[in-house]
């Protein structure tokens, strides 16, 4: 694991720079723990500042430290992303592998429930669902509120591709080799499909931010919570542009700018690394 | 009567092509019976061109599909009528299967000894490491192969030869009674070959293994078959022994596929002229012999009516030449031999 | 001076991954040459590298392939050059209407979303741009009557064809400018034996009306008894032995091609028949020396060390082996200076 990680780090600039960056961000996430500000409590500190050896990122209208507040900001988007990514991934994926491999009554019922997700307006939903209960959406239960909407999508892939792999000849002989549903789904299937799982898990975690952006921009999440997207629904409703406060506004787009960036450069360099052909030619190669 | 190994009994299967309504139907193996002696090991190639049901037939034996009519049973059990894990099991561990591609019937991820090794865990051959370790020794050392060949190695890392000894050594942990091998030399190097259709007979003999051999090659087929099918669009037109069937075949089909074998002789170029065939789907939907439109001897019976399968000259032969004879000599039909 | 002349052809794919460089040595120093008027089979196992040698004859060279040295010299008509010097301009121009190729697997040659008329309209047109389109119906016409194929076929799509008769049609395709080379790559592989002949009489028919010249490979020995007049057996990149086909199958002389010929099965004749001990090398990591060394019963030390030259043993009969002859190919040397650059 840790050979690979220096293999790719060597070798392939898009994984170095993603790498870096999100690495960068969970440093920022992490270091909120030592944040001397509640994130919550408004007044703490002079208003408006630009930024300065004092505020790195400068304060907003409410009296905030915009760097530590965005630290709090970054690790509440993470909690939500990977949330709603693991728990949609997960789902997604042992749906798609089941339904792809049992196929038959089976796979109809659960390709008509993943449809049935596919097809709900997921923005309606959720526009209602957090105005009702807004307030007790914790970042937590966002995020499972988002899987429900985003494993449908992995499902159909994985599906897909395990359709094609059920009808190939290693996958009789697993069979004949005694091996049970999950062996051949899990180790026979699984290494083919961790491309997209892969590539999926990234995408749904940038989803999830983008829908929490949309969100709070839009007013509908706890507002209290700083997040990247309450951050802008904030510099926006204090009309920070017009104001000249660019700092405020300007801090959580960069930020998820480049988290956007990173991440989709991670998913790009690691599907290409495990796609099957080029782990085939390194086989050959012996390394 | 010696008690049967397989028996396939008047089997048909019928494809939807196309959706179950719009679609057509395609009777890919139509109304095939023959059996198989568990006293007596032999070599039963099914030859035929693409598309004459061969492999389809291999698959029902396998129980990777089911027939639409007709039954197979093993040992007097019905294949279809396996539900349960452990019967499944016990019918995979006397029955299994090699396959046509070497490099696909391992996976490609994944090292090719681990299968070897789950074969001998899964069917509680072998408890210990050690134990495992020693059958799949066995297993590959009666196909030529040393565990430190294979050990650790992908697919893609070993010849096609040597894969497809693992294969075959894979599906002899289990000691099975019969084994299904669809194509498999097609894909292995013209240099390598013999060595593992010798291995087909060498297990014959050794472990009295049935081996079905499933070939659109007739010239192996010929060097180590006792008996033989040939197979024309879902029908077993001649069957019998080998001798008989390839060296005076009864059927046309028969004898212009023999003649269309190309012999690796450089004297032995051909000369006449041979009629190709029209439309797959439209000989498969023929309602007489299937072969009509392309027979030399062509009847006016033969474009309506389906032959019966009768007994002639030692081996069954579905044509109307034979039928009619045989209708006059008034005699009864054999249903098996 | 020979139709065709190879002289130290090498070719190589070079890949880069990872880091790691990795040269599989396709085509390797080979040299033969090929007469007017003449059929050669070309056999050996896949992965021999057959299949590249066609390619770079064609001069269809596209990366990770890499012709590494050698020179392909064609001279007929009174012209002559070598193919892999030519313009991108010229070499549209002999590609097709001199020199043609019956590629494996039917359908890429095909457009599958044209009628097969279409198709072989684009060909004519491309190099025929004088004639009028009365002219060149006539003539597609023709050439496909003359071949025995239903003219139905002009008006199908491929998918529509059986495989066997797609394969006649691209045949016919691949033949309609009377080129004077054919280039068949496994014209007959996964055809059924019946269809299989088809193509084989095809090929036959075609060679007795145009007199074009035809290199045909295949692994399939009995396919080169039927067709070819002479057989070069190749090896892990390497041409090991050309001899008459007569000859080869009576008496082969290298020890490869002894296995190879005494294995062949035939029908009517039960005995025993075995294959060559070990397995074909990799061709990204073939072993010093003669290729074949390690399989060979009778290996000496010379053979471990050095690679045999092919020589001309007896009239028409060359052998790479040196248990008929002393001579060590030269030239290595240099292809590993060019990779290393």
Partial sequence: ?287 | MSRKLLEVKSVVKIFHIGGRFLGTKLKAVNNVSFDIDSEKPEILTFAGETGSGKTTLARMILGLEQPTSGEITYKGKNVSHIQKREELLEYMKEVQPIFQNPFETFNPLRKVDSYLFETAGNYNLAKTKGEKAKLVEEALKSVGLTLNEVQGRYPNELSGGQLQRTSVARALITRPSLLIADEPVSMVDASLRMSIVNLFSDLKEEYNVTVLYITHDLATAYYISDRIAIMLRGDVVEFGNIDKVMLSPLHPYTQILLKSVPQPDPEGTWKEDIKLSSLEVKEFSRLGCKFYERCPSAMKICEEVEPLSVFRDGREVKCHLYSEEFKKEEETLPGSF | MSLLEVENLSAYYITHAYGVQRDVRAVDNITFSMEENEIVGLAGESGCGKSTLIKVLLAIIKPPLRVLSGQVNYSYDGKKFNLLTLEREQLRKVQWEDISYIPQGSMSTLNPVRKIRKTFEDVIKAHKKSESREEYERLMEEHIKYLGLPLEVLDSYPHQLSGGMRQRTTIALATILKPKIIFADEPTTALDVVVQRGVIQMLKQLHEEQKNTMLIVTHDMAVHANVAEKIAIMYAGKIVEIAEKKELFTAPKHPYSQFLIQSLPRIGDKRRRTSAPGNPPSLADPPPGCRFHPRCPYAKDVCKRYIPKLIEYEESHNIACFLYSSEIEEGEEIVQEIIRS
């Avoid at chain 1, 270091?31 to 409590?41: A, G, N, Q, T």
């Avoid at chain 1, 009554?105 to 049935?116: A, F, G, H, P, Y």
């Avoid at chain 1, 892969?198 to 952006?213: D, K, Q, R, V």
């Fill in chain 1, 1 to 287: 694991m840790f050979v690979i990680l220096k293999d790719l780090l060597k070798r392939d600039k898009k994984f170095l720079f993603g790498f870096i960056v999100v690495c960068i961000l969970v440093f920022l996430a992490i270091l909120s723990i030592f944040s001397p500000y509640d994130p919550r409590s408004w007044s703490v500190v002079p208003k408006d500042r630009p930024p300065s050896f004092q505020y790195i990122l400068g304060t907003n209208s409410m009296g905030q430290d915009i760097f530590w507040n965005t630290t709090h900001a970054l690790k509440n988007s993470f909690v939500l992303g990977i949330t709603t990514a693991v728990v949609a991934t997960i789902i997604g994926t042992i749906v798609g592998l089941i339904a792809g491999y049992r196929g038959g009554t089976l796979d109809k019922v659960l390709m008509s429930i993943n449809d049935s997700f596919i097809v709900l307006p997921s923005l309606p939903i959720l526009v209602f669902l957090s105005f009702s209960l807004r307030g007790k959406m914790t970042m937590f239960v966002l995020g499972l509120t988002l899987s429900v909407f985003s494993w449908p999508w992995g499902g159909k892939q994985v599906r897909a591709q395990v359709l094609s792999l059920r009808e190939r000849e290693f996958t009789y002989t697993s069979v004949f080799s005694g091996m049970n549903m999950w062996k051949v789904v899990f180790r026979e299937h699984l290494p083919f499909v961790i491309p997209w799982v892969i590539a999926n898990f990234i995408n749904t975690i940038l989803w999830a931010l983008g829908m929490e952006i949309t969100l709070s921009v839009l007013g509908l999440t706890s507002l209290e919570t700083p997040t990247i997207g309450t951050t802008i629904h904030w510099a926006m409703q204090y009309q920070a542009i017009f104001r000249g406060i660019w700092w405020w506004l300007l801090t959580p787009i960069i930020l998820c700018v480049l988290l956007f960036v990173a991440l989709y450069m991670l998913s790009v360099s690691i599907s290409e690394f495990l796609d099957p052909r080029t782990r085939l030619q390194r086989i050959k190669m012996g390394g």
